[in-house]
């Protein structure tokens, strides 16, 4: 099956420190990219969605000055925290959706997101 | 606005009883729906999904969902749950054609043995 990988599993860092965190898909291409957000006991919040080659939607409420996304080749995105804070202390996972170029997935197979393990960050 | 409303928050129930967690959704038009379980420590994990074609979809581990398209409802069910389905279970639905998914709020389900 599809494989998602993220970079690092968990990171503390210092307030006012930026943090990049990576995300992988490993055996298929991607065209597009999430950045979701979980806090605890709660559901994942869509941050952005982040296109390979183009600029990252931002949802509503999310600082894209803040939360720097980049996607610089189809099986690989980036989520750079800038600045971070105590309050973006989060779990944040990112999934792939499965292009469907190499011509082994099926239509099926590329309306579904593959999730990664997340990230979790503590800001001191 | 799309929107996904998980019934329970919360579920305990004992090995062998059945379980069917409420999933619906407010869109008006076509849509994919998935089931998706995240286990203690673990990532979401995909556990059945519906495209189109028959409305009861089967999914790993014993699981299924039924699309009721007049009720807008994805309920998921099993017959018999085991300890080792105590997870959290988040409802999902994309615009068919779409990008972004809608997750549901997530029943945490406990198993008892």
């Known amino acids: 099956g599809a494989v998602v990988s993220q970079h690092p599993s968990w990171v503390i860092c210092k307030s006012g420190t930026s943090v990049k965190i990576e995300c992988r898909s490993l055996?298929?291409?991607?065209?597009?990219m999430f950045w979701y957000r979980q806090f605890p006991k709660q559901s994942l919040m869509l941050m952005a969605t982040s296109n390979e080659g183009s600029k990252a939607t931002y949802e509503q409420g999310v600082e894209k000055d803040k939360f720097l996304i980049n996607h610089a080749s189809l099986t690989l995105s980036t989520l750079t925290v800038t600045s971070a804070h105590p309050e973006d202390s989060s779990f944040y996972i990112c999934?792939?959706?499965?292009?469907?170029?190499?011509?082994?997935?099926?239509?099926?197979?590329?309306?579904?997101?593959?999730f990664g393990p997340g990230t979790r960050l503590t800001v001191l | 606005a799309q929107s996904v409303s998980q019934h329970n928050h919360h579920v305990i129930l004992s090995e062998a009883a059945s379980l069917e967690l409420g999933c619906n959704y407010s869109y008006g038009g076509t849509v994919n729906l998935f089931w998706y379980v995240q286990y203690p420590g673990q990532h979401l994990q995909l556990l059945l999904k519906y495209f189109s074609g028959d409305p009861l979809v089967k999914g790993i581990k014993g699981f299924e969902a039924e699309f009721i398209k007049s009720k807008f409802s994805f309920n998921l069910r099993k017959p018999s749950v085991q300890w080792s389905d105590t997870a959290e279970y988040f409802c999902?639905?994309?615009?068919?054609?779409?990008?972004?998914?809608?997750f549901g709020a997530g029943t945490r389900l406990f198993v008892k043995a």
């Open positions: 055996d298929f291409q991607a065209t597009t």
């Open positions: 999902a639905v994309t615009q068919k054609g779409g990008f972004k998914t809608i």
């Open positions: 999934s792939a959706r499965d292009a469907g170029v190499s011509g082994k997935t099926s239509v099926i197979s590329a309306d579904t997101q593959y």
